[in-house]
């Protein structure tokens, strides 16, 4: 029996690559709403792959339809991310590693980043970890996120020096943290567009209107190596 895979895509530009594979190759839209939502099939794998919207809620909401509505056993995305330390543009990353920096109750003397009864970090699928290390050219990162574009210098450094993170998005530790309440396996895909810094507007938007195959294509040599 085929595994149920489920994908998550941020933007139009990041899902449109995915979206030409799959239809050229018999998919088929599943529906416009509450997503954007395709159905693709792979040798090993039924895949659900859904466009989510930007941001930890528009993340959090499109992996708990794919867990819920479609019962996927396992969950990938891809996009795009902002260096912090160790990467240069152009790097392609797993993430090893999730967790929330903008989310803050160090007034009652909780860590940042840190939620009541709730781990700190958020960690990938060690069966997914152990299938990416199988792909030739991507590096593990440590990843965090927040609900905005990190293009600050002085922010970027405090996450560098507070959490240890390698590069930055604005999806993946919500996601990892529903697929973590939900029991169901996560890994994160990220290429680096930039620096995180005042130049990285520009930099990511060169990137993310390439609208390039190359994350989709690694998904799907995910997909297989499971």
């Not at 030409?20 to 693709?40: F, Q």
């Not at 781990?119 to 990843?143: F, M, Y």
């Not at 905005?148 to 990892?176: G, Q, S």
């Not at 996560?186 to 209107?209: G, T, V």
Request: aromatic share 8%; net charge negative.
């Amino acid at each position: 029996m085929k595994r149920k895979i489920g994908f998550i895509f941020a933007d139009e530009m990041e899902f449109k690559p995915f979206t030409e594979i799959a239809l050229a190759d018999g998919g088929a839209m599943l529906s416009k709403r509450p997503l954007n939502t395709i159905r693709y099939e792979t040798e090993n794998a039924e895949i659900i792959a859904v466009e989510s919207g930007i941001g930890k809620v528009n993340a959090a909401f499109a992996a708990t339809y794919l867990i819920m509505d479609h019962q996927v056993d396992a969950i990938l995305t891809a996009g795009l991310s902002g260096a912090i330390q160790h990467f240069r543009k152009g790097d392609v990353v797993f993430g090893t590693s999730y967790v929330e920096c903008d989310f803050d109750l160090t007034i009652f003397d909780f860590q940042p980043g840190e939620k009541p009864g709730e781990p700190r970090v958020r960690t990938a699928s060690e069966e997914l970890l152990a299938a990416v290390k199988t792909i030739d050219g991507l590096l593990p990162a440590r990843l965090g996120t927040g609900d905005f574009f990190l293009a600050d210098p002085v922010k970027k450094e405090a996450y560098k020096n507070e959490f240890d993170i390698e590069a930055f998005d604005m999806e993946t530790a919500a996601e990892a943290s529903v697929c973590d309440r939900l029991e169901t396996p996560f890994l994160a895909i990220r290429k680096i567009s930039d620096d995180a810094d005042d130049s990285a507007s520009d930099s990511y938007r060169a990137l993310n209107d390439l609208a390039e195959k190359a994350l989709s294509e690694v998904l799907l040599e995910l997909v297989k190596a499971l």
